[in-house]
Protein backbone atom coordinates (compact mmCIF):
# COMPACT_ATOMS: atom_id res chain seq x y z
CA UNK A 1 0.00 0.00 0.00
CA UNK A 2 2.48 2.41 -0.80
CA UNK A 3 -0.28 4.55 -2.60
CA UNK A 4 -2.39 4.68 1.11
CA UNK A 5 -0.46 6.35 3.83
CA UNK A 6 -1.49 6.22 7.64
CA UNK A 7 0.56 7.08 10.47
CA UNK A 8 1.03 3.64 12.54
CA UNK A 9 0.19 4.52 16.26
CA UNK A 10 -2.45 6.34 18.33
CA UNK A 11 -2.75 6.39 21.86
CA UNK A 12 -6.07 7.98 23.54
CA UNK A 13 -7.43 7.97 26.80
CA UNK A 14 -11.24 6.40 27.42
CA UNK A 15 -13.83 8.57 26.63
CA UNK A 16 -11.78 10.92 24.62
CA UNK A 17 -11.97 11.51 20.32
CA UNK A 18 -10.04 9.18 18.48
CA UNK A 19 -8.52 10.65 15.02
CA UNK A 20 -7.13 8.70 12.53
CA UNK A 21 -5.57 10.02 9.82
CA UNK A 22 -5.10 8.65 6.03
CA UNK A 23 -3.59 10.30 2.39
CA UNK A 24 -4.11 9.31 -0.43
CA UNK A 25 -2.54 9.30 -4.08
CA UNK A 26 -4.87 8.51 -6.82
CA UNK A 27 -6.98 11.12 -7.64
CA UNK A 28 -8.91 8.71 -9.28
CA UNK A 29 -10.41 6.65 -6.11
CA UNK A 30 -13.68 6.37 -6.24
CA UNK A 31 -14.42 4.93 -3.03
CA UNK A 32 -12.28 4.98 0.59
CA UNK A 33 -12.81 2.61 2.77
CA UNK A 34 -12.52 2.15 6.89
CA UNK A 35 -11.43 -1.35 8.24
CA UNK A 36 -11.24 -2.30 11.84
CA UNK A 37 -8.96 -5.59 12.79
CA UNK A 38 -9.23 -7.02 16.35
CA UNK A 39 -6.16 -8.96 17.20
CA UNK A 40 -6.29 -12.75 15.79
CA UNK A 41 -9.59 -11.46 13.19
CA UNK A 42 -9.71 -10.78 9.56
CA UNK A 43 -10.76 -7.66 8.69
CA UNK A 44 -13.83 -5.97 9.76
CA UNK A 45 -15.62 -3.18 7.16
CA UNK A 46 -16.20 -0.03 9.76
CA UNK A 47 -17.58 2.44 6.82
CA UNK A 48 -16.94 3.80 3.29
CA UNK A 49 -17.21 6.87 1.64
CA UNK A 50 -18.24 8.04 -1.96
CA UNK A 51 -15.69 10.26 -3.14
CA UNK A 52 -18.59 12.89 -4.11
CA UNK A 53 -19.20 13.27 -0.44
CA UNK A 54 -17.32 15.72 2.41
CA UNK A 55 -18.45 13.99 5.56
CA UNK A 56 -20.56 10.78 6.64
CA UNK A 57 -21.85 10.08 10.29
CA UNK A 58 -22.51 6.93 11.22
CA UNK A 59 -23.11 6.65 15.07
CA UNK A 60 -19.62 7.36 16.50
CA UNK A 61 -17.85 7.70 13.43
CA UNK A 62 -17.46 10.60 11.61
CA UNK A 63 -15.54 10.16 8.00
CA UNK A 64 -14.33 13.48 6.60
CA UNK A 65 -13.04 13.19 3.14
CA UNK A 66 -10.54 16.15 1.66
CA UNK A 67 -10.32 15.53 -2.21
CA UNK A 68 -8.33 18.96 -2.46
CA UNK A 69 -5.84 17.93 -0.34
CA UNK A 70 -6.36 13.60 -0.90
CA UNK A 71 -7.03 13.19 3.00
CA UNK A 72 -9.28 11.17 4.60
CA UNK A 73 -9.92 10.68 8.43
CA UNK A 74 -11.98 8.77 11.00
CA UNK A 75 -12.79 10.23 14.30
CA UNK A 76 -14.38 8.11 16.95
CA UNK A 77 -16.23 9.61 19.55
CA UNK A 78 -16.32 8.77 23.25
CA UNK A 79 -13.73 5.60 22.50
CA UNK A 80 -13.90 2.57 24.35
CA UNK A 81 -11.73 0.16 25.06
CA UNK A 82 -13.50 -1.92 22.22
CA UNK A 83 -12.22 -0.10 19.97
CA UNK A 84 -8.00 -0.70 20.29
CA UNK A 85 -7.20 -2.58 17.21
CA UNK A 86 -5.66 -1.94 14.14
CA UNK A 87 -7.53 0.33 11.84
CA UNK A 88 -6.43 0.46 7.66
CA UNK A 89 -7.80 2.49 5.45
CA UNK A 90 -8.25 1.70 1.87
CA UNK A 91 -9.10 3.25 -1.37
CA UNK A 92 -10.61 1.58 -4.27
CA UNK A 93 -8.97 2.73 -7.74
CA UNK A 94 -9.35 0.40 -10.26
CA UNK A 95 -12.83 -2.14 -10.28
CA UNK A 96 -12.54 -4.70 -7.60
CA UNK A 97 -8.92 -4.23 -6.17
CA UNK A 98 -8.29 -2.03 -3.28
CA UNK A 99 -4.97 -0.63 -1.74
CA UNK A 100 -4.49 -0.72 1.92
CA UNK A 101 -2.11 1.94 4.24
CA UNK A 102 -0.36 0.19 6.75
CA UNK A 103 -2.57 0.46 9.27
CA UNK A 104 -3.03 2.41 12.78
CA UNK A 105 -2.89 0.65 15.85
CA UNK A 106 -5.26 2.37 18.66
CA UNK A 107 -4.78 1.74 22.18
CA UNK A 108 -7.18 3.23 24.17
CA UNK A 109 -6.44 3.47 27.87
CA UNK A 110 -8.22 4.30 31.16
CA UNK B 1 -24.17 -17.70 5.00
CA UNK B 2 -20.62 -18.67 6.43
CA UNK B 3 -19.02 -15.80 3.98
CA UNK B 4 -15.59 -16.41 3.52
CA UNK B 5 -13.75 -19.69 5.49
CA UNK B 6 -9.92 -20.15 5.60
CA UNK B 7 -8.43 -23.40 6.13
CA UNK B 8 -6.28 -23.70 8.06
CA UNK B 9 -5.95 -20.76 11.13
CA UNK B 10 -2.39 -22.17 11.59
CA UNK B 11 0.28 -23.62 9.82
CA UNK B 12 4.28 -24.11 10.31
CA UNK B 13 6.47 -25.61 7.42
CA UNK B 14 9.99 -25.96 6.39
CA UNK B 15 11.97 -24.29 3.94
CA UNK B 16 11.06 -25.91 1.09
CA UNK B 17 7.54 -27.28 2.03
CA UNK B 18 4.98 -26.82 -0.29
CA UNK B 19 1.53 -26.67 0.81
CA UNK B 20 -2.36 -25.08 -0.29
CA UNK B 21 -4.18 -22.13 1.80
CA UNK B 22 -7.65 -22.68 1.41
CA UNK B 23 -10.54 -19.89 0.59
CA UNK B 24 -14.16 -20.81 0.23
CA UNK B 25 -17.44 -18.52 0.42
CA UNK B 26 -20.53 -18.93 -0.33
CA UNK B 27 -22.04 -15.97 -0.67
CA UNK B 28 -21.60 -16.20 -4.80
CA UNK B 29 -18.94 -13.15 -5.18
CA UNK B 30 -17.36 -12.99 -9.01
CA UNK B 31 -14.06 -11.91 -7.11
CA UNK B 32 -11.82 -13.41 -4.80
CA UNK B 33 -8.28 -12.52 -4.20
CA UNK B 34 -5.42 -13.03 -1.85
CA UNK B 35 -3.54 -10.74 0.79
CA UNK B 36 -0.78 -10.96 2.92
CA UNK B 37 -0.14 -8.86 6.16
CA UNK B 38 3.03 -7.81 7.77
CA UNK B 39 4.36 -5.54 10.16
CA UNK B 40 4.06 -2.16 8.72
CA UNK B 41 3.02 -3.17 5.61
CA UNK B 42 -0.36 -3.15 5.58
CA UNK B 43 -1.81 -5.45 2.93
CA UNK B 44 -0.45 -6.81 -0.46
CA UNK B 45 -2.06 -8.07 -3.07
CA UNK B 46 -0.92 -11.46 -4.20
CA UNK B 47 -3.43 -12.75 -6.94
CA UNK B 48 -6.59 -12.17 -7.33
CA UNK B 49 -9.82 -13.43 -9.62
CA UNK B 50 -12.49 -12.39 -11.28
CA UNK B 51 -14.47 -15.33 -11.95
CA UNK B 52 -14.22 -18.91 -12.39
CA UNK B 53 -11.36 -20.04 -14.88
CA UNK B 54 -10.21 -16.39 -14.85
CA UNK B 55 -6.99 -15.49 -12.28
CA UNK B 56 -4.20 -12.93 -12.39
CA UNK B 57 -0.87 -11.34 -10.64
CA UNK B 58 -1.36 -8.72 -7.57
CA UNK B 59 1.48 -6.70 -6.32
CA UNK B 60 3.83 -9.65 -4.96
CA UNK B 61 2.74 -12.74 -6.71
CA UNK B 62 6.11 -14.43 -6.78
CA UNK B 63 6.27 -17.96 -4.84
CA UNK B 64 2.55 -18.26 -4.91
CA UNK B 65 0.14 -19.84 -7.70
CA UNK B 66 -3.54 -19.64 -7.54
CA UNK B 67 -6.36 -21.41 -9.45
CA UNK B 68 -10.39 -20.60 -10.04
CA UNK B 69 -12.21 -23.81 -11.02
CA UNK B 70 -15.61 -22.81 -8.78
CA UNK B 71 -17.02 -19.73 -8.42
CA UNK B 72 -16.65 -20.65 -4.32
CA UNK B 73 -12.78 -21.55 -4.03
CA UNK B 74 -9.93 -19.58 -4.54
CA UNK B 75 -6.70 -21.63 -3.24
CA UNK B 76 -3.04 -20.27 -2.96
CA UNK B 77 -0.44 -22.97 -3.46
CA UNK B 78 3.08 -22.05 -1.88
CA UNK B 79 4.86 -23.99 -4.57
CA UNK B 80 8.61 -24.25 -2.00
CA UNK B 81 8.06 -22.01 0.90
CA UNK B 82 10.86 -19.53 2.04
CA UNK B 83 11.07 -17.90 5.72
CA UNK B 84 10.09 -14.73 3.47
CA UNK B 85 6.72 -15.85 3.13
CA UNK B 86 6.20 -15.84 7.07
CA UNK B 87 3.15 -13.73 7.34
CA UNK B 88 -0.94 -13.70 7.70
CA UNK B 89 -2.77 -14.60 4.62
CA UNK B 90 -5.92 -12.97 4.11
CA UNK B 91 -8.58 -14.08 1.15
CA UNK B 92 -11.77 -11.11 0.41
CA UNK B 93 -14.21 -11.63 -2.27
CA UNK B 94 -16.50 -8.78 -3.77
CA UNK B 95 -19.27 -8.31 -6.35
CA UNK B 96 -20.31 -5.61 -8.74
CA UNK B 97 -24.10 -5.34 -8.24
CA UNK B 98 -26.00 -2.44 -10.33
CA UNK B 99 -24.96 0.77 -12.14
CA UNK B 100 -21.40 -1.32 -12.03
CA UNK B 101 -21.20 -0.60 -8.00
CA UNK B 102 -18.47 -2.68 -6.75
CA UNK B 103 -19.44 -4.02 -2.99
CA UNK B 104 -16.78 -3.76 -0.01
CA UNK B 105 -14.36 -6.64 0.34
CA UNK B 106 -15.21 -9.40 2.35
CA UNK B 107 -12.52 -10.88 4.43
CA UNK B 108 -11.85 -14.52 6.09
CA UNK B 109 -10.34 -14.59 9.83
CA UNK B 110 -6.67 -15.13 8.12
CA UNK B 111 -4.23 -18.18 8.17
CA UNK B 112 -1.05 -17.25 9.80
CA UNK B 113 1.79 -18.98 8.40
CA UNK B 114 5.61 -19.25 9.85
CA UNK B 115 7.91 -20.87 7.80
CA UNK B 116 11.27 -22.04 9.75
Known amino acids: GEDVEQSLFLSVREGDSSVINCTYTDSSSTYLYWYKQEPGAGLQLLTY?????DMKQDQRLTVLLNKKDKHLSLRIADTQTGDSAIYFC??????????FGAGTTVTVRA | NAGVTQTPKFQVLKTGQSMTLQCAQDMNHEYMSWYRQDPGMGLRLIHYSVGAGITDQGEVPNGYNVSRSTTEDFPLRLLSAAPSQTSVYFCASSFQGRGNQFSPLHFGNGTRLTVT
Open chain 1, 90 to 99: AERTEGYKLS
Open chain 1, 49 to 53: IFSNM
